[in-house]
C-alpha cells in the first residue's frame, strides 16, 4: 500500500490528556498538511511542511497544538491538555512539488470524553 | 467567512441519470479547483481537478465545468452509479497562499443514487 498512512485510526480519551498521532505520507511526496473535519463541514487546514520545514500554520492551531516532520519523511500532531471542541476527525495529507492535488490518509477520529 | 460554499447539502439522483453538483467560491486569487469524493469513515479521494486557464476538464464519467466570471464550477456525473453515492466536497487552491496545494474546502454535498 503506497498511499498515506494514519495511526491511530480511533482515540477516545479523557479532557486534559495528551495525545498524539503518526502521520506516514507517500514516500516521494515532500509536501505535508494536517486538516481538521467536524461533522457536517469540509477538512480545515491546520498546517503544512515542506520536507521538515514547517511553513504554515492555521489560526485555528493554538498553542496546544504541536506538528512536528523531523526526518522530512513521517509526521506526528500531538494535542496536549485535549478539550472536548478538540474531537474531531484529523486528516493528513501529502503532495508532491508536481502535483497540486493532495492525497488524504483515512484519518483518525478523536474523541475526547 | 466561507470562502468555498455548497449551497445543497445533498442531492439524490435516480441510477443512470446525470449528478450535477454545484459549488460557488468569493475569493478571485484561487486558481485550482478540485473535487474530492468522501464515504463514511475514510478520508477524502482525489476526483478530478481543473486550473483556472480552463473551462471544462473531462475525466471518463466526470466533468468539471469552471465559469470564472461566475465564480463557480459544477461537476457532473453521467451516468451516475450507486457507487457514486458519497459526499463530494469542492475544494480550492490559489498560487497566493504560497503553498500550492493548501486546499480551502467546501461543506459538501451527499449524493444519494437511487435504483
Known amino acids: 500500500d503506497t498511499g498515506v498512512s494514519q495511526d491511530p485510526r480511533h482515540k477516545i480519551t479523557k479532557r486534559g490528556q495528551n495525545v498524539t498521532f503518526r502521520c506516514d505520507p507517500i514516500s516521494e511526496h515532500n509536501r505535508l498538511y494536517w486538516y481538521r473535519q467536524t461533522l457536517g463541514q469540509g477538512p480545515e487546514f491546520l498546517t503544512y511542511?515542506?520536507?521538515?520545514?514547517?511553513?504554515?500554520k492555521s489560526r485555528l492551531l493554538s498553542d496546544r497544538f504541536s506538528a512536528e516532520r523531523p526526518k522530512g519523511s513521517f509526521s506526528t500532531l500531538e494535542i496536549q491538555r485535549t478539550e472536548q471542541g478538540d474531537s474531531a476527525m484529523y486528516l493528513c495529507?501529502?503532495?508532491?512539488?508536481?502535483?497540486?492535488?493532495?492525497?488524504f490518509g483515512q484519518g483518525t477520529r478523536l474523541t475526547v470524553v | 467567512d466561507q470562502q468555498v460554499k455548497q449551497n445543497s447539502p445533498s442531492l439524490s439522483v435516480q441510477e443512470g441519470r446525470i449528478s450535477i453538483l454545484n459549488c460557488d467560491y468569493t475569493?478571485?486569487?484561487?486558481?485550482?479547483f478540485l473535487w474530492y469524493k468522501k464515504y463514511p469513515a475514510e478520508g477524502p479521494t482525489f476526483l478530478i481537478s481543473?486550473?483556472?486557464?480552463?473551462d471544462k476538464n473531462e475525466d471518463g464519467r466526470f466533468t468539471v465545468f469552471l465559469n470564472k466570471s461566475a465564480k463557480h464550477l459544477s461537476l457532473h456525473i453521467v451516468p451516475s452509479q450507486p457507487g457514486d453515492s458519497a459526499v463530494y466536497f469542492c475544494?480550492?487552491?490559489?498560487?497566493?497562499?504560497?503553498?500550492?496545494?493548501?486546499?480551502?474546502f467546501g461543506t459538501g454535498t451527499r449524493l444519494q443514487v437511487t435504483l
Open positions: 475544494a480550492a487552491s490559489g498560487a497566493y497562499t504560497g503553498t500550492a496545494s493548501k486546499l480551502t
Open positions: 475569493n478571485s486569487m484561487f486558481d485550482y
Open positions: 495529507a501529502s503532495s508532491s512539488k508536481l502535483n497540486t492535488e493532495a492525497f
Open positions: 481543473i486550473s483556472s486557464i480552463k
Open positions: 511542511f515542506q520536507n521538515e520545514a514547517q511553513l504554515e
